[in-house]
């Protein structure tokens, strides 16, 4: 939760690991908590990148683009992730 803290720690992280999950997907959280919904958008897009199967990561980028009045795919997309179609066999 001191997310202010922390911040130059991941910037840090991602200074040496430019795809760390984590450092990204935190970052992005901060940005949108500071109001700055574009830059998180990119830094969690950029997370689901590196890790597309996690829900967490697709509802803040849904969070994000919904605060940029954008349509929120990232849910529909998650969906699709968690419980891809079945094919009859």
């Known amino acids: 939760g001191r997310y202010g803290e922390a911040e130059p720690l991941y910037r840090d992280v991602l200074k040496k690991v430019p795809d760390q999950f984590d450092a990204l997907q935190v970052l992005g959280v901060l940005e949108a908590q500071r109001g700055r919904h574009e830059a998180a958008a990119q830094l969690i897009r950029k997370a689901l990148a590196v890790n597309h199967r996690s829900a967490e990561a697709h ?7 919904r605060a940029l009045g954008r349509q929120a795919r990232p849910v529909l997309r998650l969906r699709t992730t968690l419980h891809p179609p079945t094919r009859d066999r």
């Open 59 to 65: 509802s803040n980028l849904g969070n994000a683009l």
